[in-house]
């Protein structure tokens, strides 16, 4: 229940095109402000993404999935995710979750760009220290994960006592941190996630 409800969040708070270069700067070609772009329903005041933003976010997905090594490619449809393995599909009303039989790791098919558009992969969540995202995983340092991200061409877009936040083209990356007496501030939960929009304001 407890990742039904995370899950559900992402998607109502919460872009795939070729690219050759190693490093996500030159991957993707422009960043676009998302708050620039005329809103495009009377129904509520979040604005949608430009056809040049789904083009960057769809950049830098295609990043994410050559810098990580995640079990389902960031935006893979969901009616192309046929062969699950060992994990159980969980139905909700806007949104699909996989996750595994310790609740470890959980992957969220939501809208995207929109919550209303076709369901594809835009939220992974883990505390194991098996998967990496862009060089971090479960277990590194704080400072470390700081860095590789940085490294990576993402922006730090918060950070606090608890966790670090860091973003490109409305892709984020977050990193909760241990704040107990062993191993303080090594990344005990990692996640990626897209912050899709809900234009019709539709109450999930």
Known sequence: MKI?????????IFIFTSCETKTLETC??????????????ENTAETSYSSEAISAARSVAQYLNENSNLDF?????????????????????????????????????AGFPDALDGFALISFRTTEIKYRICGVSCGMSSLDAKKSLIDHGFKKTGELTYSLSFGHDGWF????????????????????????????????
């Open 28 to 41: 993707v070609t422009s960043e676009v402000d998302k708050e620039s772009i005329p809103v495009t329903s």
């Open 73 to 109: 490619s960031l935006l893979t449809p969901w009616d192309e995710t046929m062969d699950i393995g060992l994990f159980e599909s969980i139905g909700g009303y806007g949104c699909r979750i996989l996750t595994n039989e310790g609740n470890t790791t959980s992957y969220v098919f």
């Open 173 to 204: 990356i977050s990193a909760y941190l241990n704040n107990g007496a062993v191993n303080k501030g090594a990344v005990t939960e990692l996640s990626v996630y897209f912050k899709n929009t809900n234009i019709q304001g539709v109450d999930f």
């Open 4 to 12: 039904f409800f995370t899950a559900v969040i992402l998607v109502v």
